[in-house]
């Protein structure tokens, strides 16, 4: 079992910054692919990025350009970088893990979700 805690999330201001985190409980190097979704009051799970053990990113059209996918295999953590927000940003941010590739939409853990709110 894995657990995985956000954190990061806060309120901002259009055109602001935050970095979100999630720390696993154990190793991630071993995780074939780690990301974010986010979900909005009303509107369904949005897959935000992903980011594979061979090192390769996906993110949303409606976020590429801004955020930014990272993660630190020594600190067992995932980042997201998220840049000129916009206020329809605003949404719950969950990290999921997938510990081998699997059918779109199945994952293996997730976090409980750190709320993120842009505005003025």
């Known amino acids: 079992q894995v657990r995985l805690v956000e954190s990061g999330g806060g309120l901002v201001q259009p055109g602001g910054s935050l970095r979100l985190s999630c720390v696993a409980s154990g190793s991630i190097f071993r995780f074939y692919a780690m990301g974010w979704h986010r979900q909005a009051p009303g509107k369904q799970r949005e897959l935000v990025a992903t980011t594979t053990t061979g090192g390769s990113t996906n993110y949303a059209d409606s976020v590429k350009g801004r955020f930014?996918?990272?993660?630190?295999?020594?600190?067992?953590?995932?980042?997201?970088?998220?840049?000129?927000?916009?206020?329809?940003?605003?949404?719950?941010?969950?990290?999921?893990?997938?510990?081998?590739?699997?059918?779109?939409?199945?994952?293996?853990?997730?976090?409980?979700?750190?709320?993120?709110?842009v505005s003025s």
């Open 68 to 117: 930014t996918i990272s993660r630190d295999n020594a600190k067992n953590t995932l980042y997201l970088q998220m840049n000129s927000l916009k206020p329809e940003d605003t949404a719950v941010y969950y990290c999921y893990v997938m510990e081998v590739p699997r059918p779109p939409g199945e994952y293996d853990y997730w976090g409980q979700g750190t709320q993120v709110t």
